[in-house]
């Protein structure tokens, strides 16, 4: 089955302690891509990726990193967490230059106390 | 700056009505458009997307949109809702070049009514 992964689902931590949400997927997609979903402010871009070893920002990058290497997984790494990070992340992935649609990963919901 | 703006932050409807869900951008160069809908608990799914051609574009379930490009809008239209189209709707936006970022609308949350 086709599908986006992410993991871990739900996870509470403490400001400041470096957590990495992970996510695969098994559609062999150049892009993949973080978002960040918040009450009336719908969907942010974090970063994204054309391809291996190929990231770029997005609108709200500040706090986090990304890393590509490989083409399947693309895991967001927040070094220091704070309370504002505090949300639901997605990740997706789409193939052909991004212009496909995107499948979007079950989401990850993050609390930071 | 480009962005997307959705004003209808909530618009309930009866079942059987119609409904029309509004989308406009601002951008300098052209994008591409698109509408995900996303069901309660759920990740977003693809309901329809313009890339060039004709400016009427049929989706899943029912949908369609079109674009107009003097107005910088896509609005989402459904002849007769069903109670299960109750869900948000997200419009959004990819450049045509230079980026391959997207931006997403803050969404429209319909509520269908029996």
């Known amino acids: 089955e086709a599908q986006v992964t992410q993991n871990p689902r739900y996870l509470i931590t403490v400001t400041g302690k470096k957590l990495t949400v992970t996510c695969s997927q098994n559609m062999n997609h150049e892009y993949m891509s973080w978002y960040r979903q918040d009450p009336g402010l719908g969907l942010r871009q974090i970063y994204y990726s054309m391809n291996v070893e190929v990231t770029d920002k997005g609108d709200v990058p500040e706090g986090y990193k990304v890393s590509r290497k490989e083409k399947r997984n693309f895991p967001l790494i927040l070094e220091s967490p704070s309370p504002n990070q505090t949300s639901l992340y997605f990740c997706?992935?789409?193939?052909?230059?991004?212009?496909?649609?995107?499948?979007f990963g079950p989401g990850t919901r993050l609390t930071v106390t | 700056a480009q962005s997307v703006t959705q004003l209808d932050s909530q618009v309930p409807v009866f079942e059987e009505a119609p409904v029309e869900l509004r989308c406009n951008y601002s951008?300098?160069?052209?994008?591409?458009l698109f509408w995900y809908v996303q069901y309660p608990n759920q990740g977003l799914q693809l309901l329809l997307k313009y890339l060039s051609g004709s400016t009427l574009v049929k989706g899943i379930n029912g949908f369609e949109a079109e674009f107009n490009k003097s107005q910088t809008s896509f609005h989402l239209r459904k002849p007769s809702v069903h109670i299960s189209d109750t869900a948000e709707y997200f419009c959004?936006?990819?450049?045509?070049?230079?980026?391959?970022?997207?931006?997403f609308g803050t969404g429209t949350r319909l509520k269908v009514l029996a």
């Open positions: 959004a936006v990819r450049f045509t070049s230079g980026t391959y970022k997207y931006i």
């Open positions: 997706a992935s789409s193939s052909q230059g991004a212009v496909n649609e995107q499948y």
């Open positions: 951008s300098s160069v052209s994008v591409y």
